[in-house]
Antibody
Framework: QVQLVESGGGLVKPGGSLRLSCAAS????????MSWIRQTPGKGLEWVSYMSSSGSRIFYADSVKGRFTISRDNAKNSLYLQMNSLRAEDTAVYYC??????????WGQGTLVTVSS | QSALTQPASVSGSPGQSITISCTGT?????????VSWYQQYPGKAPKLIIYEVSKRPSGVSNRFSGSKSGNTASLTISGLQAEDEADYHCCSYVGSRVFGGGTKLTVL
């Protein structure tokens, strides 16, 4: 069965950096677009970034453009999110999700990122 | 892109039907049939329950149905059950992806 397991979250000071990882299993990872989506405490969901199966197409939300970098290693069945210049408003649970042409069909359990001094 | 608009909360009694709306614009919800809906329990990951406006993934109850009219998509839950109490999020997949603010469903 499809499994997505995020890791790398934690407490970081404003201006700091963090790298999130998502380990995928149960499907052919290299066939799928993948996304990072976040959810602030008690709030709605916000799409952060997605990457095509080959890595050739990448999109970012305006709120993270220039600060976050998405990447993937198809040989390791892994998706990454490098987060730099973190701000308090980046505090959220970060989910990785498998994408199709029209929706995200499987989501991981999420990893919490807290940006605070 | 601005977030899609959902009611903050809806409620219904067991056995009733409820509808949650998701309003966007002609550039997102109104343009293509790429609206999806997710169910989320507290502390859990969202789960896909409707995709491409009205399609149900395998294993999702047929009590859940989706539709669209103009710039507004809707999720209807019929025969409301206690286990349906959760948050529901809509999403449009046009270009970048945009979500609604989420709706909390309370089963009275």
């Amino acid at each position: 069965q499809v499994q997505l397991v995020e890791s790398g979250g934690g407490l970081v000071k404003p201006g700091g950096s963090l790298r999130l990882s998502c380990a995928a299993s149960g499907f052919t990872f290299s066939d799928y677009y993948m996304s990072w989506i976040r959810q602030t405490p008690g709030k709605g969901l916000e799409w952060v970034s997605y990457m095509s199966s080959s890595g050739s197409r990448i999109f970012y939300a305006d709120s993270v453009k220039g600060r976050f970098t998405i990447s993937r290693d198809n040989a390791k069945n892994s998706l990454y999110l490098q987060m730099n210049s973190l701000r308090a408003e980046d505090t959220a649970v970060y989910y990785c999700a498998r994408d199709t042409e029209s929706h995200s069909d499987y989501w991981g359990q999420g990893t919490l990122v807290t940006v605070s001094s | 892109q601005s977030a899609l608009t959902q009611p903050a909360s809806v409620s219904g009694s067991p056995g009733q039907s409820i509808t949650i709306s998701c309003t966007g614009t002609s550039s997102d919800v109104g343009s293509y049939n790429v609206v999806s809906w997710y169910q989320q329990y507290p502390g859990k990951a969202p789960k896909l329950i409707i995709y491409e406006v009205s399609k149900r993934p395998s294993g999702v109850s047929n009590r859940f149905s989706g539709s669209k009219s103009g710039n507004t998509a809707s999720l209807t839950i019929s025969g409301l059950q206690a286990e349906d109490e959760a948050d529901y999020h809509c999403c449009s997949y046009v270009g970048s992806r945009v979500f609604g603010g989420g709706t909390k469903l309370t089963v009275l």
